[in-house]
């Protein structure tokens, strides 16, 4: 999520589990990281990712997804994502069991004729949400008042 328009900010939750989440350690041990936004394309790849595996196991190796060499930090992002944003750590904050990680943008990277007049047009775009579990929705009927 959004956690600050003008300055750049994103935020995300990572929820409690039996092992540590690698997202977290990785994030902990680096601060920095890519956020790779995910077309509807994708859903069955990135619900392979989110499945448990042991630590071990490579989930490009898994998901046949793959990578792009970053430009400012050391993760590389996801070819496959049309949208991705490199990061730098600005916080881990810890509610209860659950952290929530908040990052700088220190880069945008946005597939070629995705941006126009500085905006992306959803729909041409095709960004996956989630709804729980192996339930996902596409943005489709844009309500506007
Ligand atoms: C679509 C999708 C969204 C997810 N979102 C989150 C999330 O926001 N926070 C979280 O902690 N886990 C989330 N998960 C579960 C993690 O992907 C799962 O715990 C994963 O195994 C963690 O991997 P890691 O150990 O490599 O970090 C999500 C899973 C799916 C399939």
Redesign the pocket.
């Known amino acids: 999520m959004i956690a600050s328009v003008e300055e750049g900010y994103l935020a995300?939750?990572?929820?409690p589990?039996e092992h540590p989440?690698?997202?977290?350690v990785n994030i902990r041990r680096d601060r920095e990281y890519v956020i790779n936004t995910v077309p509807e394309a994708l859903a069955s790849q990135?619900?392979l990712?989110?499945?448990?595996?042991t630590?071990q196991a490579s989930?490009f190796g898994l998901s046949g997804l793959t990578t792009l060499p970053s430009e400012r930090v050391r993760a590389p992002r996801v070819a496959e994502c049309k949208i991705q944003f490199e990061c730098r750590l600005h916080s881990i904050m810890r509610f209860g069991e659950s952290h929530t990680v908040v990052g700088e943008i220190v880069l945008m990277h946005a597939r070629a004729g995705l941006v126009r007049d500085g905006k992306i047009n959803p729909v041409d775009y095709g960004p996956l949400g989630?709804i729980a579990g192996r339930n996902y929705c596409g943005v489709r009927d844009i309500i506007s008042v």
Do not use: A, H
């Open positions: 995300f939750s990572v929820g589990s989440k690698r997202t977290l990135v619900q990712c989110g499945e448990k595996y630590p989930k989630r």
